[in-house]
């Protein structure tokens, strides 16, 4: 029986020019570079330039992305922005986007779910391309973290960057079997009683300030690779697949402790994982594209391979995307 397929046929990134180094962070708040490496495996992180926004850094992903697919912009019909700092509390800065991208027909939409939010909009896409109610999809991780950082605290100011990734989906028929190119499942959760955990301490309703970002390292840590472990589970139950299927493990880049736990305890070999943690940290949102548009470009992910993201983030959420490239 012939099914639709949500396939990956582009990728794009963009980081800003200013690199932040671990060296350049001790100048001003008290951490070395051993100290971060040691505890989070960054070293450097990219800091958006004073007046560059979230949409700023989604625009270029996005036609970083629409470059490599080899499609027009005209040709897309659902725009979907993972992202917990727009532009703006209202309009969704992917309208922004859309606009400036020549867009103006189709949807566009921001989806919040902090780290997790590219895998919960990529889940998303495909699940408007199933139904039918879109056939080619920008999906897009884009951050700006930097805005909403204490930069006196150094247990999280350490950890974060700016960043944005993007890919292209497209709808294809295909038999349905797992052997098919293109998403095959995808598993999200969310539980709120851990709020307090991880997130920030303002809002136009709470406070009427953006507020600073506010995180229990060791709690975060602690539920984190149970967490991502359990929704893997699901995308294997639910293909068949395992681990030892996998041709590569690309997680939120989030701290390599985590990512170094998680792979260890669900028997994925180190040499299937992506990281690119050290090269621009934690970027929320943008950090799964931004280390799959990587392997992608490096050659490493190749056509028929076997691909796992996954992520987890403020709320708490948490969520995993199996699929064959």
């Known amino acids: 029986m012939s099914v639709t397929r949500s396939i990956i046929i582009g990728t794009g990134s963009y980081l800003p020019e200013n690199c932040m180094t671990n060296d350049d962070l001790s100048k001003i708040v008290d951490t070395s570079d051993d100290w971060i490496v040691q505890r989070t495996g960054i070293r450097r992180r990219h800091i958006a330039a004073e007046g560059e926004m979230t ?10 992305a629409l470059s490599s697919a080899g499609v027009d912009s005209q040709d897309i019909d659902t725009i979907i922005l993972a992202t917990a700092t727009p ?20 949807a566009a939409f921001d989806v919040h ?11 998303t896409a495909d699940a408007y391309i199933k139904a039918g109610l879109s056939k080619r999809a920008l999906v897009i991780g884009a951050e700006t973290f930097s805005r909403i950082l204490d930069w006196e605290d150094r247990t999280t100011c350490v950890l974060f960057g700016d960043g944005a990734g993007a890919v292209v989906l497209e709808g294809q028929q295909s038999d349905g079997e797992m052997s098919d190119r293109g998403v095959l499942t995808s598993h999200l959760r969310s ?10 301490d303002g809002g136009p309703s709470s406070t009427q300030t953006t507020g600073h970002l506010r995180m229990e390292g060791r709690e975060v840590f602690k539920h984190a690779v149970g967490m991502i472990t ?19 493990f690309i997680p939120h880049q989030a701290n390599k402790r985590i990512i170094d736990a998680s792979a260890k305890k669900l028997g994925i070999a180190a040499e299937k994982v992506v990281t690119t943690v050290q ?47």
């Open 87 to 106: 532009d703006n509390t209202f309009p969704a800065t992917a309208v922004t986007i859309q606009a400036e991208l020549g867009i103006f027909h189709g």
């Open 279 to 325: 090269d621009h940290g934690n970027t929320s949102a943008a950090s799964i594209p931004l280390a799959l548009d990587t392997a992608v470009k490096d050659g490493r992910v190749k056509p028929g391979d076997v691909v796992l993201l996954e992520a987890m983030g403020g709320g708490f959420t948490w969520g995993s995307i199996l699929l064959r490239w």
């Open 113 to 123: 779910a902090v780290c997790s939010g590219f895998v919960y909009a990529l889940a």
């Open 191 to 200: 539980d709120g009683r851990h709020k307090e955990k991880l997130y920030v």
């Open 55 to 64: 949409s700023d850094l989604g625009i270029k992903a996005a036609k970083a």
């Open 230 to 248: 359990d929704v893997i589970e699901d995308a294997f139950d639910a293909t068949g697949l395992s681990s030892d299927d996998l041709t590569w």
